[in-house]
């Protein structure tokens, strides 16, 4: 200690340290860009592998087929004819499949209102009571009625019948097995999981008449093509980003690959060559996927219980037909049935650029962190220099002796130094304005989180281009008032940036711990505001500090490119959704699957955005 | 006729007006606070005071089960209130308790004991913050807050600890030892703070009056009265069990001997989950010696500023004692702002604050990647209660580096604005 001190204490005064932040900061946004590119690479990624030996997927011979295919026929016909019936009509004869089979089968009805909609509809589910298990565990099988698209899922729904009453034949069974046929994708099976752990809202969703245990696993089955496919989609994604267990992932694509030969694709990369560009592409469109947060098919409600799910969903053209669907999930759920415990081995965090690669978030993380901490690192440097006494008053024309600035004599281990005494004192802060003016910036955004999560769907376009064009306006009318009420001094505005800095960067921080990308994304959309004002400088004279007139223009302009109204439209055009409706999907989200992505946007993204567009507007 | 301060009455007002808005108009709040472990231990909950209020108001010892940590006084104190006006009169008492302990922290501020005591007046004493901003600063802090929606009854031994103070740096040394005893009979570490209190009731009862006492027999009388008061406490506890002594094992043995490892702010439930039961004995007097340790070290070297030495104990206190939670960490942060006059001296206070914040919101993020998300496990929220008692120690040592430092400038006033330097 006695050894380090003297020399951290004389680097501390160095005035190039002063310098570096803003250099630093820079160096690890592109660090952490770099990183992201680096990880598909053969050296930062790995092999996918099963950690969980219990789990031996694909080590059973499966005997779905042969006279199996005239049921599941029969049971598509009954599906087709269902199509189009009124709710009550298709319930009533699902559960009589079901008492055919021999099964006790029960309904819950649900009701939802998001954005002006009503979602209305019926679940309809059997137990198949393991014939070796004590109804403590429970696997589940999952068909939605229509399919995310809204199509029927004629061929799902058909296949799990014919797989009830095919299971209910063997003995071999440790766990139950529901069997869950939702009225729809999104809704549906968000009533049924919250009903299932007494976590609903009543009445407008109805408990579960019967149960079983502790689901381990959820596999839900998506095929709404009426002619042979050619490959298995995985999809994986879970509320919030939350992610599934990688076990149940592998062991799907294991035995969907390795034991039938059939094609695997994930994030919708249909034809995956394995090339640099191709596994970047696939990890990119799983993190924007993970950053969103929405639902992405029947398994996705499961997830936020800690109940791993995937859906396969069938794609494409080809030679595999029903009956091998059908072994690819018998054989997943003889493995699910070896499990001895919970699914724990392997990741959940984790980040897939190929059916059988992936990186873990030790290698990962790293990005968004450094992303997060520039604006920590930019926070500290502002606040150091916040607390230095501006330069005193030199005489340029005259030097005269008086004016020589005040020096100190620092003697350190016996060396010694003359520094000038302005580098070594600290001012008092003055923290209370700025302090309420960021936590008042944060508290803001509970108005339009508020608005936006309660409007009609009709409206919701209105109020979003009226909250766009007000927020044109808003950081100069905010400037402006506070310019009125109390001129910032130039300490107050380094500190109000510093502290609106400080708080983004533990928010993101924290946040990149809960949703990779999320974090990462408003970390990259967020990083002009590091930079803003004048950065480089270290001297808080007002002319160093305040940014000149083109300065503040040419940052506003800046800064309302990458505004989170703009931002959003850019994505819904470039992705070609109506904004309408991606609002009107984010309300429903937030009203039924608890969606957190917009107290994001609205109470830490947007804040830190407008603190910095505030700190950069002209005052009029 | 009492002459009600303006200012104070609208802090009041606005205090609890906001604390009556969180309870009643987000009625969920309350329980998601009384569930976080965060702000509720086992020997604070409120969910388990009502368990133990159910068992007792039926006629069953509530110290059975090894449910219930609390002391009787609360039972009956609880058993008092209505069931059918339980949650909105235990929310008016929670606030009306805020309140008080706040009226406490305002006599504290307003006897200028912290710049000046009776042995050392500190030369940057003119530079502090009115009584009522240090009131605001506790009325609204979020911990506080927080604390006040999820009523752990350690408000209680707050209020008690504050009155104790406030009546001691008012010259009422025998209400203050008697306030002391409830908080030290509420829950058992107060009793640590006995011997610096009374080291500032005799100071304030030296400065105002001509003739004292020695030391010693001040001493030793408080301290008698002190354990004659917890004694008392102790009786009629006693008597509102019917009779039975059950309740001393669950109680202060529970926070003596940690048998529940639920986890918590503290450094000691990761550590007594791990360690082989064997050196459990020996690992607790460990623990307990290091809690108690400072108490007679704080008490020789700053011996001149007593509420100094309280103010840091509630420091460590809240960083080291059995069961921690926030409403230690709000109380601590309640009496540092009396030590305005020090901040210019300390050196680290926005790393510390800035450690601390980000604990407080990794803390949650964790405990949810642990208890419900499932993808995390016990090490991610210990290493940030770490990260969190890392945070609280630099404020503590930095206080206490700028109060010595503050002393060492009225020695050696030539060292003025310069570095100190380890020799």
Not at chain 1, 119 to 133: F, K, M, Q, S
Not at chain 1, 483 to 501: E, G, K, M, R, V
Not at chain 1, 535 to 546: A, L, N, R
């Amino acid at each position: 200690m006695a050894l380090i001190s003297p020399t951290v204490l004389a680097l501390r005064r160095d005035p190039r340290l002063l310098k570096l932040p803003p250099y630093l900061s820079a160096l690890l946004i592109l660090v952490g860009v770099v990183w992201l590119c680096l990880l598909p690479l053969n050296e930062y990624s790995r092999h996918t592998y099963i950690s969980e030996n219990a789990l031996l997927p694909g080590q059973v011979h499966t005997y779905f087929g042969g006279s199996e295919q005239n049921v599941f026929n029969a049971y598509k016909y009954e599906v087709k004819e269902l199509a189009g019936k009124p709710q009550d009509e298709i319930s009533n004869k699902l559960g009589e499949i079901f008492k055919s089979a021999g099964l006790r089968s029960a309904r819950q009805k649900y009701e939802y209102q998001a954005a002006g909609f009503t979602y209305t509809g019926e679940n309809v589910y059997a137990i198949l009571h393991a014939p070796r298990g004590d109804a403590t565990e429970a696997i589940v099988l999952v068909a939605a009625w229509t399919n995310m698209d809204g199509e029927l899922n004629q061929n799902g729904v058909a296949l799990i019948l014919e797989l009830a009453r095919y299971f209910k034949r063997w003995s071999l069974w440790s766990k139950d097995i529901i069997i869950l046929i939702t009225a729809d994708s999104r809704a549906g099976p968000q009533a049924w999981v919250d009903a299932y752990h007494d976590e609903h809202i009543f009445p407008s969703v109805a408990p579960l008449p019967i149960k079983s245990g502790a689901l381990q696993g959820v596999v839900v089955v998506d095929n709404a093509l009426d002619h042979h496919f050619e490959s298995i989609h995985i999809v994986y994604d879970g509320i919030n980003g939350q992610l599934p267990n990688l076990d149940l992932f592998n062991t799907a694509v294991s035995v969907a690959s390795g034991q039938l030969g059939m094609r695997v694709a994930l994030q919708r990369m249909w034809k995956h060559d394995d090339s640099y560009r191709e596994r970047l592409q696939t990890m990119l469109r799983g993190m924007v996927r993970q950053g969103f947060g929405h639902s992405s098919g029947p398994h996705s409600s499961f997830i936020p219980y800690h109940v791993d799910a995937i859906t396969l969903q069938a794609v494409g053209e080809g030679g595999q037909d029903d009956m091998a669907m059908g072994r690819c999930i018998e054989s997943i759920f003889r493995s699910l049935n070896n499990l001895l415990e919970h699914f724990h081995q392997s990741f959940f965090f984790y980040l897939l650029m190929q059916a059988d690669r992936f990186v873990s978030i030790g290698t990962y993380l790293p990005s968004a962190m450094l992303v997060a901490v520039n604006f920590t690192i930019m926070a500290i440097a502002l606040w150091i220099r916040s607390g230095r006494p501006p330069a005193p008053k030199l005489a340029t024309t005259m030097p005269e002796k008086s004016s020589k600035p005040e020096v100190d004599v620092i003697q350190n281990d016996g060396m010694t130094a003359i520094v000038p005494k302005e580098t070594i004192t600290i001012l008092e802060r003055q923290m209370f304005v700025p302090v309420s003016l960021v936590v008042s910036l944060h508290f803001l955004g509970v108005i339009s989180l508020f608005i936006f999560n309660n409007s009609a769907f009709e409206t919701l376009p209105y109020y979003f281009l009226l909250f766009t064009m007000v927020n044109l306006v808003l950081p100069t009318a905010l400037a402006t008032f506070i310019h009125h009420q109390a001129s910032l001094t130039p300490q107050q505005y380094l500190l109000f940036h510093s502290f609106s800095l400080l708080l983004l960067g533990m928010f993101l921080a924290t946040l990149a711990t809960l949703n990779f990308s999320l974090s990462l994304f408003v970390g990259l959309l967020s990083a002009p505001l590091s930079f803003i004002g004048n950065p480089f400088s270290g001297s808080v004279e007002p002319k160093d500090v305040f940014p000149s007139q083109l300065r503040k223009t040419a940052s506003t302009i800046a800064l309302q490119l990458v505004s989170p109204p703009v931002v959003v439209s850019a994505v819904c055009y470039f992705w070609g959704i109506n904004i309408g409706e991606m609002l009107a999907e984010a309300a429903f989200g937030w009203k039924v699957n608890g969606l957190w992505t917009q107290v994001i946007v609205w109470c830490v993204w947007w804040p830190a955005w407008l603190a910095g567009s505030v700190l950069v507007s002209p005052a009029l | 006729m009492m002459v009600i301060d303006r200012r104070k009455a609208l802090l009041f007002g606005s205090a609890t007006a906001l604390r009556l808005l969180l309870f009643f108009a987000f009625p969920s709040l309350p329980d998601l606070l009384t569930g976080r472990v965060e702000i509720s231990t086992p020997v604070t909950s409120f969910k388990r005071l009502q368990e133990g209020l159910f068992l007792y108001t039926h006629n069953v010892s509530p110290y059975d089960g090894g449910v219930f940590h609390q002391a009787p006084l609360l039972l009956s104190l609880f058993a008092l209130i209505p069931s059918s006006l339980f949650s909105p009169l235990t929310s008016l008492l929670y606030i009306a308790l805020d309140l008080l302990c706040t009226n406490a922290l305002i006599q504290i501020a307003e006897s200028r004991e912290a710049g000046s005591s009776r042995l050392f007046t500190s030369p940057r004493k003119e530079l502090k913050w009115d009584s009522i901003a240090i009131g605001a600063a506790y009325l609204f802090n979020p911990f506080t807050i927080a604390t006040c929606i999820g009523r752990p009854i350690s408000v209680f031994t707050n209020c008690a600890i504050l009155h104790a103070i406030a009546k001691a740096v008012s010259g009422k040394p025998m209400s203050s030892i008697l306030a002391l005893g409830l908080a030290s009979y509420l829950s058992l570490y107060p009793i640590l703070l006995l011997p610096p209190l009374i080291l500032l009731c005799y100071d304030r009862q030296a400065r105002d009056k001509k003739e004292t006492p020695p030391i010693s027999t001040f001493a030793i009388k408080y301290t008698s009265l002190f354990f004659a008061t917890k004694v008392w406490f102790l009786y009629i506890s006693n008597i509102l069990t019917g009779g039975s002594w059950e309740f001393i094992s669950s109680t202060y043995s529970v926070q003596l001997l940690l048998p529940d490892l639920t986890p918590n702010m503290g450094l000691w439930w990761y550590f007594f989950i791990e360690i082989f039961d064997s050196f459990r004995e020996f690992f607790l007097g460990i623990f307990w010696l290091h809690l108690g340790g400072y108490v007679g070290g704080l008490c020789i070297r700053i011996r001149r500023q007593p509420l100094f030495i309280i103010t840091t104990l509630l420091g460590i206190f809240a960083i080291f004692k059995p069961y921690p939670s926030l409403s230690d960490t709000s109380l601590y942060f309640a009496m540092l702002p009396l030590y305005r006059h020090l901040f210019p001296l300390m050196r680290y206070t926005f790393f510390a604050l800035a450690t601390i914040l980000y604990a407080t919101l990794l803390g949650p993020a964790f405990y949810y990647l642990w208890i419900y998300a499932g993808s995390g496990n016990a090490n991610f929220f210990y290493a940030i209660t770490l990260v969190w008692s890392l945070g609280l120690s630099e404020i503590v040592a930095d206080s206490l580096f700028a109060v010595l430092r503050d002393e060492w400038e009225v020695e050696r006033p030539e060292m003025k604005g310069k570095d100190v330097r380890q020799i």
